[in-house]
């Protein structure tokens, strides 16, 4: 059995563009895992393998890999930093048992670096800082660690590592720890050597900051540094692994991906982050009950695991599973509890990238993949079926945009769907729904690149293709005023006639009580079995709406009088004198359009709560009221859903890509004049076509 302790499973997360890949790249290249070294810019990045992220230069999808450091193996996830893509990156980290973030050192902390960062602490993940890019020119390493501290949370930034200089003449590291120095030549070959003299002052200095950081570990730490006492790196060494598991501190070091320096170092602080055992046994439950279960991470306790990520294709389908608990082999199967479902399956795979390596083994802390399950799904638990365990599902990010679809070319509507519903299960971000009243396929999503992505997708993997539209807003009809008319049908043709006559009061009720009908009739004036014609014909009606093609609603009908034919009088004629009735009284009772009225939820940075409140009074939104949340607000207020089909773009415009929102449906409300005249203008000439 494999030795855990020796197992490290890493995310490394960015923002979009700080050098995550080539980062990823370099520790495979660093490593010999890889002959090569790979770039994301050449379009050769063994991560970043699929034609929409060559074409993109970006990470889009979660990949994963091994390698082997120091008789310690590895195994790491390379996320996407793109906004449209988080999600992802939110699901894979319930996997892992620490994080690499890594910072750009020219263009510093960005809005999904604090996103993944945030992500990363709902996990309580121990974390490191790489600051990438340190050749670049104007990188700053002590700028970008200011910038860390000020605007991601706990842990704290503490430098493990300092640049010997930047720039062009950005050549190695010194150890604070050690304050020994590593100077980088070709190839990335780091040579030991003393730190430089002319940096003795600096590494004083920020040696004390280490020293003062790491003692809070350790009530004899403290009194000793106290009372001015040297402390021994074993004992520093000690302390900041402590305050790194404890997700107090997370070390920082500088590098550059592309030129291979600094690889070393950062290869061996990985090694200092927690391995399987030291995050300990992973709490869930027993399955179908609130009782409390935990598995431990030895290899010879039941099997357990966590479905990362499901990737589907035209061929099958394919399933990422961390391994929490026990041993995996090949030709095996598990029990999915959430589903109450036994899966089998063929191949055990070992990850690399975009290929697949078939192995023989699996334990805690291994990141694995199977094929061709039959209903295990993303955040899904696998487990032996003789000791159950159900492991907490993450959350998934909400869909902030949507669109209309439809297939390109008639008669692939079926193919199409088909398609799309395949994606679904690999994206869990990617919502289709059918709006009843519209008639519309709706198409939701992460942003316009991602549903841009997942259309090139549809078409690469399944030869179809779709139009997008803005989708139309589900408007109402209803009524101010209250009347009683008289719909009376009579058509004579020579034979036997049609006769209906129906009387009926027409009023008003609160909304969103619906619709309401009662039969008055005394007397015997309408005959019982006519009754039920009157009340369908006035639903039809009002399926199709009066003045605008749109459904009524909140209303009541009142069935009060009417007369009768013994011979030309049926269903049909009695269908149609309701519905002759209720389209006059319709008319009569002062009209209008009802729009739909969403809980719009806007999450930002103090300093934009202004300009997002003035906002969305301009879109006749009405605050509810705001929540602080640490340096952010929360920001709730009921805006007319016509008002924010187009949101996100402008909010990402007003925040910087700071702000992140929420919508969901609210009530109906009643439409102003200028949005009622617009409605039933657009809806006569189609009326007069057909």
């Not at 501290?149 to 010997?164: H, K, M, Q, T």
């Given at each position: 059995?494999k030795d855990?302790?020796?197992q490290?499973?890493?995310?490394l997360?960015a923002h979009?563009?700080?050098?995550?890949?080539?980062?990823?790249?370099?520790?495979?290249?660093y490593?010999k895992v890889t002959?090569r070294l790979?770039?994301?810019m050449e379009?050769t990045s063994?991560?970043?393998?699929e034609?929409?992220e060559?074409?993109?230069?970006?990470?889009?999808n979660?990949?994963?890999?091994s390698?082997?450091?120091?008789k310690h193996?590895?195994?790491?996830?390379?996320?996407?930093?793109d906004?449209?893509?988080?999600?992802?990156?939110?699901?894979?980290?319930?996997?892992?048992?620490?994080a690499?973030m890594?910072v750009?050192?020219?263009?510093?902390?960005?809005?999904?670096?604090?996103?993944?960062w945030?992500?990363?602490s709902?996990y309580?993940?121990?974390?490191?800082?790489?600051?990438?890019?340190?050749?670049?020119?104007?990188?700053d390493?002590?700028?970008?660690l200011?910038d860390?501290?000020?605007?991601?949370?706990?842990p704290r930034a503490?430098?493990?590592?300092l640049p010997?200089g930047?720039?062009?003449?950005?050549k190695?590291?010194?150890?604070?720890?050690?304050?020994?120095?590593?100077l980088?030549?070709?190839?990335g070959?780091a040579?030991?050597?003393e730190a430089?003299?002319?940096?003795?002052?600096?590494?004083?200095e920020w040696?004390e900051?280490?020293v003062?950081?790491?003692a809070?570990?350790?009530?004899a730490l403290?009194e000793?540094y106290l009372?001015g006492q040297e402390i021994?790196p074993?004992?520093?060494?000690?302390?900041?692994?402590?305050?790194?598991?404890?997700v107090?501190?997370?070390?920082?070091?500088?590098?550059?991906?592309?030129?291979?320096?600094?690889?070393?170092n950062i290869?061996?602080?990985i090694l200092?982050l927690p391995?399987p055992?030291?995050?300990g046994?992973r709490p869930?439950?027993?399955?179908?009950?609130?009782?409390a279960?935990?598995?431990?991470?030895?290899?010879a306790?039941?099997f357990?695991g966590l479905v990362?990520?499901?990737?589907a294709d035209?061929?099958g389908?394919?399933?990422?599973?961390?391994?929490v608990?026990g041993?995996?082999a090949?030709?095996s199967?598990?029990?999915?509890?959430k589903r109450?479902?036994?899966e089998r399956?063929?191949?055990?795979?070992?990850?690399?990238?975009?290929?697949?390596?078939a192995i023989?083994e699996a334990?805690?802390?291994d990141?694995v993949?199977v094929?061709?399950?039959?209903?295990t799904?993303t955040?899904d638990t696998?487990?032996d079926?003789a000791?159950?365990i159900l492991?907490?599902?993450?959350?998934?990010l909400?869909?902030?945009v949507?669109?209309?679809?439809e297939?390109?070319s008639?008669?692939d509507?079926e193919?199409?769907?088909?398609?799309?519903?395949?994606m679904?299960v690999?994206d869990?971000?990617l919502r289709?729904?059918r709006?009843d009243?519209?008639?519309?396929?709706?198409?939701s999503?992460m942003?316009?690149v991602?549903?841009d992505?997942?259309?090139?997708?549809?078409?690469?993997k399944?030869?179809?293709?779709m139009?997008l539209?803005?989708?139309k807003?589900a408007?109402k009809?209803?009524?101010?005023?209250?009347?009683r008319v008289?719909?009376k049908?009579?058509?004579q043709?020579g034979?036997?006639?049609q006769?209906?006559d129906?009387?009926?009061d027409l009023e008003?009720l609160?909304?969103?009580e619906?619709?309401?009908f009662e039969?008055r009739?005394?007397?015997?004036?309408i005959p019982r079995q006519?009754?039920?014609a009157?009340?369908?014909?006035?639903?039809e009606?009002m399926?199709n709406?009066?003045?605008?093609?749109n459904?009524?609603v909140?209303?009541?009908?009142?069935l009060?009088f009417?007369s009768y034919?013994?011979v030309d009088?049926?269903?049909m004629?009695?269908?149609i004198a309701?519905?002759?009735?209720?389209?006059?009284?319709f008319?009569e009772?002062?009209p209008?359009?009802?729009?739909p009225?969403?809980?719009?939820?806007?999450?930002?940075?103090?300093e934009?709560m202004g300009d997002?409140m003035?906002?969305i009074s301009s879109r006749r939104?009405?605050l509810?009221?705001?929540?602080?949340r640490?340096?952010?607000?929360?920001?709730?207020a009921h805006?007319?859903?016509?008002?924010?089909?187009?949101?996100?773009?402008?909010?990402?415009?007003m925040?910087?890509?700071r702000?992140?929102?929420?919508?969901?449906f609210?009530?109906?409300d009643e439409?102003p004049?200028?949005i009622?005249?617009?409605?039933?203008?657009?809806?006569?000439?189609r009326?007069?076509e057909?």
């Amino acid at each position: 059995m494999k030795d855990v302790a020796k197992q490290r499973t890493i995310a490394l997360i960015a923002h979009n563009g700080a050098g995550k890949t080539s980062l990823a790249e370099a520790f495979l290249f660093y490593s010999k895992v890889t002959s090569r070294l790979g770039s994301v810019m050449e379009g050769t990045s063994i991560l970043d393998a699929e034609p929409e992220e060559i074409k993109r230069k970006s990470s889009i999808n979660a990949a994963f890999h091994s390698l082997p450091w120091k008789k310690h193996q590895i195994t790491f996830v390379d996320t996407a930093g793109d906004e449209n893509f988080l999600n992802d990156t939110k699901t894979v980290l319930n996997g892992v048992d620490a994080a690499v973030m890594v910072v750009d050192a020219v263009d510093g902390v960005k809005v999904s670096t604090e996103k993944t960062w945030d992500f990363a602490s709902i996990y309580k993940l121990p974390r490191m800082i790489v600051i990438n890019k340190m050749d670049r020119e104007r990188a700053d390493f002590f700028a970008t660690l200011a910038d860390i501290n000020e605007s991601l949370g706990a842990p704290r930034a503490v430098p493990a590592f300092l640049p010997i200089g930047a720039e062009a003449k950005f050549k190695g590291v010194v150890s604070l720890l050690t304050g020994k120095a590593f100077l980088y030549g070709e190839g990335g070959q780091a040579t030991e050597a003393e730190a430089p003299a002319e940096m003795a002052d600096l590494i004083a200095e920020w040696r004390e900051k280490l020293v003062e950081a790491v003692a809070e570990a350790d009530d004899a730490l403290v009194e000793k540094y106290l009372e001015g006492q040297e402390i021994s790196p074993e004992e520093i060494a000690e302390a900041y692994k402590k305050e790194i598991l404890a997700v107090k501190i997370a070390p920082v070091a500088p590098a550059s991906a592309l030129k291979l320096i600094g690889l070393q170092n950062i290869l061996d602080m990985i090694l200092g982050l927690p391995s399987p055992l030291d995050r300990g046994s992973r709490p869930g439950k027993k399955p179908g009950s609130d009782q409390a279960e935990s598995r431990p991470p030895a290899p010879a306790a039941p099997f357990s695991g966590l479905v990362l990520k499901t990737v589907a294709d035209s061929l099958g389908q394919l399933t990422i599973i961390r391994v929490v608990s026990g041993t995996l082999a090949p030709d095996s199967g598990f029990y999915n509890p959430k589903r109450e479902q036994k899966e089998r399956f063929g191949q055990l795979l070992s990850l690399e990238g975009k290929a697949q390596k078939a192995i023989e083994e699996a334990g805690p802390g291994d990141i694995v993949a199977v094929a061709k399950l039959k209903g295990t799904l993303t955040g899904d638990t696998v487990c032996d079926e003789a000791a159950p365990i159900l492991y907490p599902a993450p959350k998934s990010l909400e869909p902030v945009v949507s669109f209309a679809v439809e297939a390109k070319s008639k008669g692939d509507e079926e193919k199409v769907f088909a398609a799309i519903n395949k994606m679904l299960v690999e994206d869990v971000t990617l919502r289709l729904s059918r709006n009843d009243q519209t008639r519309e396929m709706i198409l939701s999503g992460m942003g316009q690149v991602h549903i841009d992505t997942a259309l090139e997708k549809l078409k690469r993997k399944y030869g179809v293709e779709m139009i997008l539209k803005a989708p139309k807003v589900a408007y109402k009809e209803t009524i101010k005023g209250k009347t009683r008319v008289q719909g009376k049908y009579k058509k004579q043709t020579g034979g036997k006639g049609q006769y209906g006559d129906a009387v009926i009061d027409l009023e008003p009720l609160p909304r969103g009580e619906g619709f309401i009908f009662e039969d008055r009739i005394v007397g015997g004036v309408i005959p019982r079995q006519f009754i039920p014609a009157v009340e369908k014909g006035i639903v039809e009606a009002m399926g199709n709406g009066i003045i605008s093609g749109n459904p009524v609603v909140d209303l009541k009908v009142g069935l009060v009088f009417g007369s009768y034919h013994d011979v030309d009088s049926s269903e049909m004629s009695f269908k149609i004198a309701g519905s002759m009735a209720f389209k006059k009284a319709f008319m009569e009772c002062k009209p209008t359009i009802l729009e739909p009225v969403m809980l719009l939820t806007v999450t930002v940075p103090d300093e934009f709560m202004g300009d997002v409140m003035g906002d969305i009074s301009s879109r006749r939104g009405k605050l509810l009221g705001t929540e602080a949340r640490g340096k952010k607000q929360v920001i709730k207020a009921h805006v007319p859903q016509v008002e924010i089909l187009s949101y996100a773009p402008t909010l990402t415009s007003m925040t910087g890509g700071r702000g992140s929102f929420s919508i969901e449906f609210a009530r109906y409300d009643e439409a102003p004049p200028q949005i009622k005249d617009k409605v039933v203008a657009e809806y006569r000439p189609r009326e007069e076509e057909a």
